[in-house]
């Protein structure tokens, strides 16, 4: 049985961090692969790095000690956050904590940033997250939950900011998926 805290309950479409429930969540299908990579990344550093200054005749306890701590800084920096849908709802894990909204209750959908883009929601509620939108382009399934919570919002007269940036995340997305399509049949 789901337990609700007070702060959940009030929302529409609460729901216990970090556990996709029977209402069908949907995760980011790519965040394994993605974060293996980042950990290889982050292993190969550490290990050249000590095979380096092994090399060089300079490795002592505290330089690998040093080294390793670096290693883990960069698996920190490259691991991708982890997106979550479910019905009315959308989370992000990063390594430390997890950021909720309620998708049934967006006021704003921004796009930040110009090389790193990063798409910001906010609910009435005052939840925000910031994730990379290629998650989106990746994962129509998620997609397809954050439209359907973004159009109730917008019928609730509660989406003040964003529906343009919706609309064309969701041109950029059906488009991705119509190529895919064509390409998988032999068409394009």
């Not at 200054?53 to 701590?69: E, F, K, M, Q």
């Not at 894990?93 to 990063?118: P, Y």
Request: hydrophobic share 45%; glycine share 14%; with cysteine.
């Amino acid at each position: 049985m789901e337990r609700r805290t007070a702060r959940s309950a009030a929302k529409p479409g609460g729901w216990r961090a970090g556990r996709p429930g029977p209402d069908g969540a949907t995760c980011d299908r790519h965040w394994r692969l993605d974060a293996r990579y980042a950990g290889l990344c982050a292993l190969g550093f550490a290990g050249l790095t000590i095979l380096l200054d092994w090399g060089s005749g300079g490795l002592t306890v505290p330089r690998a000690d040093l080294w390793a701590v670096l290693g883990v800084l960069v698996f920190a920096v490259l691991r991708p956050p982890r997106v979550s849908a479910g019905d009315g709802r959308l989370a992000v894990r990063g390594l430390v904590r997890e950021r909720r909204v309620c998708t049934d209750a967006l006021v704003a959908v921004r796009l930040d940033g110009s090389i790193a883009t990063r798409l910001v929601l906010r609910d009435a509620y005052g939840g925000s997250v910031a994730f990379d939108p290629k998650v989106l382009v990746a994962n129509p399934l998620l997609w397809h939950q954050l439209d359907a919570g973004a159009r109730r919002s917008r019928e609730r007269g509660m989406l003040r900011h964003g529906e343009s940036t919706l609309r064309r995340l969701g041109e950029r997305i059906d488009g991705g998926a119509v190529r895919e399509v064509l390409r998988a049949s032999g068409m394009e």
